[in-house]
T-cell receptor, first 114, second 115 residues
């Protein structure tokens, strides 16, 4: 079946450190891939997305590349800030006929220290 | 444009009671989805509504139900509450398109505590 696996957190970094959060997936067909972010006390917000192989999604300094050969969509940022402290969710969407399903990873908590 | 709103934001109930949560999607969005978020299980999909019809359903017991009104507002009901139903319930709306996926816009959630 379809699934998303994220690296477990919590991840703790110092400000300006390099961030990688791994995400791999299992899916039939050609899913679209997403990273969502949840700041403390808030709902989820779309951070970036990629809809086909080799696409790179980017936003707010974050990037992720859709790698079909390794079934991965790792999230990276070159220099994190304290304000990036949040929980990050990797997700994919698949279509089966007229039904769509959004499959979520368990989330990775990131804490950035000044 | 106003975002997705959910009411109430916080709720405390006791076992055996029932609860109704409300979600108002972004204007013009016709699809509303509900999720349960818990620390151990992450986000679990409950159901999706489109044009007052349930389109998709997750693997939750029949105690969890929902509906959507003609103005796209949606309600979720949980009957006979159990301790394990304590969670953050998130609502998300999207402009519906089956040809390409549009992002879901999430509300802030309703924090339900069952005592």
């Amino acid at each position: 079946g379809n699934s998303v696996t994220q690296m477990e957190g919590p991840v703790t970094l110092s400000e300006e450190a390099f961030l990688t959060i791994n995400c791999t997936y299992t899916a039939t067909g050609y899913p679209s891939l997403f990273w969502y972010v949840q700041y403390p006390g808030e709902g989820l917000q779309l951070l970036l997305k990629a809809t086909k192989a080799d696409d790179k999604g980017s936003n707010k300094g974050f990037e992720a590349t859709y790698r079909k050969e390794t079934t991965s969509f790792h999230l990276e940022k070159g220099s994190v800030q304290v304000s990036d402290s949040a929980v990050y969710f990797c997700a994919l969407i698949t279509f089966a006929g007229n039904n769509r399903k959004l499959i979520w990873g368990l989330g990775t908590s990131l804490a950035v220290n000044p | 444009k106003a975002g997705v709103t959910q009411t109430p934001r916080y709720l405390i109930k006791t076992r055996g009671q029932q609860v109704t949560l409300s979600c108002s999607p972004i204007s013009g969005h016709r699809s509303v989805s509900w999720y349960q978020q818990t620390p151990g299980q992450g986000l679990q999909f409950l159901f999706e509504y489109f044009s007052e019809t349930q389109r998709n359903k997750g693997n939750f017991p029949g105690r969890f139900s929902g509906r959507q009104f003609s103005n796209s507002r949606s309600e979720m009901n949980v009957s006979t509450l159990e301790l394990g139903d304590s969670a953050l319930y998130l609502c998300a709306s999207s402009p519906d398109s089956l040809s390409s996926y549009n992002e879901q816009f999430f509300g802030p959630g309703t924090r339900l505590t069952v005592l």
